[in-house]
């Protein structure tokens, strides 16, 4: 069992930056060994991801934050982050981290096991 904690999330303008943070209690699970992925869900749409970061702490990004979001963790404070910067009235949403065993989770979320309750993000233009 895992349980995840998300917060940082509020209201920025179009431009600013925000760091979200997820921490993890975890009950049987290396935290150090797992995979912390990000997704975000705007009303009306499907979730989508964000990125992730696998234990080996090298990040990946999905194509509309890449070069503006990245995903990082601290292990030793069984967190993890995600720095946004750039931020898009588009960027606005619910997010969420969620952690799996599997290195290459990528984007599919059914492959993720665990899931915070999620942060709001608004980005006022």
């Known amino acids: 069992q895992v349980r995840l904690v998300e917060s940082g999330g509020g209201v920025v303008q179009a431009g600013g930056s925000l760091s979200l943070s997820c921490t993890a209690s975890?009950?049987?699970?290396?935290?150090?060994?797992?995979?912390v992925g990000w997704f975000r869900q705007a009303p009306g749409k499907e979730r989508e991801f964000v990125g992730n970061v696998p234990y080996n702490g090298v990040p990946t990004a999905a194509v509309p934050v890449r070069g503006r979001f990245t995903a990082s963790r601290d292990n030793a404070k069984r967190t993890a982050y995600l720095h946004m910067t750039g931020l898009k009235p588009e960027d606005t949403a619910t997010y969420f981290c969620?952690?799996?065993?599997?290195?290459?989770?990528?984007?599919?979320?059914?492959?993720?096991?665990?899931w915070g309750q999620g942060t709001q993000v608004t980005v006022s233009s």
């Open positions: 975890t009950s049987g699970n290396n935290f150090n060994g797992l995979t």
């Open positions: 969620a952690t799996t065993r599997l290195v290459f989770a990528g984007s599919d979320f059914n492959a993720y096991d665990f």
